[in-house]
């Protein structure tokens, strides 16, 4: 099946720095979804990016589906941004949805 | 719309125990997804639905069941409880096969 990779697995920042987090895949996709996971376990849809570029506020997210990855960039991070994002694939194996293994965000005051 | 919504939001069981918890979709999503989320294992799929049929199911044992109803209301059940079973359990909704999920609170299992 489908393999994801996440890097980095963790990620410490000054509040107010930027960063970018990468999602590789194996496989092509026809779909990709970035998640925020706060700190009860919620997952919160951050973008829906098959392929191209998405801007939501101070988040923003590229697919280049063509050479398999993703990236999100978190510009002017603040505290609220702490938690584990999450970028998620369909596995053309049969299962619906792969997950990669996070990237564990820590913002600092 | 309201999101989706599980119940109940925290169980505590014992070993060699069942339950069965309740996701319930944003309203005109007919497709539903449980998915278990461990430390050690991340974010596994378990099983989904579409129209009452399961149409994808993961890598779990038989003790892991699902169902859903014609107004696409899902219940998991996991029969005979084992401590590996402690994990946090995400129902996720979304129009049709293969599209955008959202997610429910989930719903935090501990076996004792």
């Known amino acids: 099946g489908i393999q994801v990779e996440q890097s980095p697995p963790d990620l410490i920042l000054q509040e107010g720095a930027n960063s970018t987090l990468r999602c590789n895949f194996s496989?092509?996709?026809?779909?990709l979804q970035w998640f925020h996971q706060n700190p009860w376990g919620q997952l919160i849809n951050l973008f829906y990016?098959?392929?191209g570029t998405k801007q939501n506020g101070r988040l923003s997210a590229t697919t280049v589906a063509t050479e398999r990855y993703s990236l999100l960039y978190i510009s002017s991070s603040q505290t609220t941004d702490s938690g584990v994002y999450f970028c998620a694939v369909p596995n053309t194996g049969g299962f619906k949805t792969i997950f990669g293994a996070g990237t564990r965000l820590f913002v600092k005051a | 719309k309201a999101g989706v919504t599980q119940t109940p939001r925290y169980l505590i069981k014992t070993r060699g125990q069942q339950v069965t918890l309740s996701c319930s979709p944003i309203s005109g999503h007919r497709s539903v997804s449980w998915y278990q989320q461990t430390p050690g294992q991340g974010l596994q799929f378990l099983f989904e639905y579409f129209s009452e049929t399961q149409r994808n199911k993961g890598n779990f044992p038989g003790r892991f069941s699902g169902r859903q109803f014609s107004n696409s209301r899902s219940e998991m059940n996991v029969s005979t409880l084992e401590l590996g079973d402690s994990a946090l359990y995400l129902c996720a909704s979304s129009p049709a096969l293969n599209y955008e999920q959202y997610f429910g609170p989930g719903t935090r299992l501990t076996v004792t």
């Open positions: 990016i098959p392929s």
């Open positions: 496989d092509s996709v026809n779909n």
